[in-house]
């Protein structure tokens, strides 16, 4: 038993001993400053604040081989635009683009994204960006801004004015439950 507290002991002590080392050597004079030569260049690190200002001003890749179909056109005239208010204090903005119809550019947080829609089974509004992996889904009542890549939410329960209207009128008149009715007249 004793032989395992001496050993545990000096294992401990080993490291402060070291450090004790260290701090007993004297501290290196610096070098005399020379007129003639030129200091080293610091490192920059780049603030939060200016990477979003360059991403901003940044253009995003309109080139796509993505072609349109009709019913990804019909998809497209359905596509909630301009401001949505998400939780938390964010906010999604959604942009036609003009020189390609069906096409939208979709922006929060300093983030960027050119998407199209996609064809949904569920009648839902889906549009995605392939390079980057967003996808935007809308609802009637929400939308919700995805980096599938990732599987991160970047917005959630985002609400344009006519999806707050939406979920109002659906807060007055819930819709039909699913299995409402389906039991036939006794």
């Given at each position: 038993m004793k032989k395992i507290a001496l050993i545990a002991a000096v294992a401990l002590a080993l490291p402060l001993a070291a450090l004790a080392q260290d701090a007993a050597k004297p501290a290196a004079k610096p070098a005399a400053k020379s007129t003639t030569a030129k200091a080293p260049a610091k490192k920059h690190q780049v603030t939060r604040k200016a990477a979003k200002a360059v991403e901003e001003v940044t253009p995003i890749n309109t080139d796509t081989d993505v072609t349109l179909s009709d019913t990804d056109l019909a998809v497209a005239q359905r596509v909630s635009v301009g401001k949505a208010q998400c939780e938390l204090g964010a906010d999604v903005t959604v942009t036609p683009d003009e020189k390609k119809p069906g096409f939208f550019t979709v922006?929060?947080?300093?983030?960027?994204?050119?998407?199209?829609?996609?064809?949904?089974?569920?009648?839902?509004?889906?549009?995605?960006?392939?390079?980057?992996?967003?996808?935007?889904?809308?609802?009637?009542?929400?939308?919700?801004?995805?980096?599938?890549?990732?599987?991160?939410?970047?917005?959630?329960?985002?609400?344009?004015?006519?999806?707050?209207?939406?979920?109002?009128?659906?807060?007055?008149?819930?819709?039909?439950?699913?299995?409402?009715?389906?039991?036939?007249?006794?």
């Open positions: 922006t929060t947080k300093g983030l960027k994204y050119r998407m199209h829609p996609v064809e949904s089974r569920t009648g839902a509004i889906r549009l995605e960006d392939p390079r980057a992996g967003a996808m935007w889904l809308q609802l009637g009542n929400k939308s919700m801004l995805m980096n599938q890549k990732a599987g991160l939410r970047i917005a959630d329960e985002c609400q344009t004015d006519a999806q707050v209207a939406f979920a109002a009128e659906m807060k007055k008149n819930p819709p039909k439950a699913l299995f409402e009715g389906a039991d036939g007249a006794k």
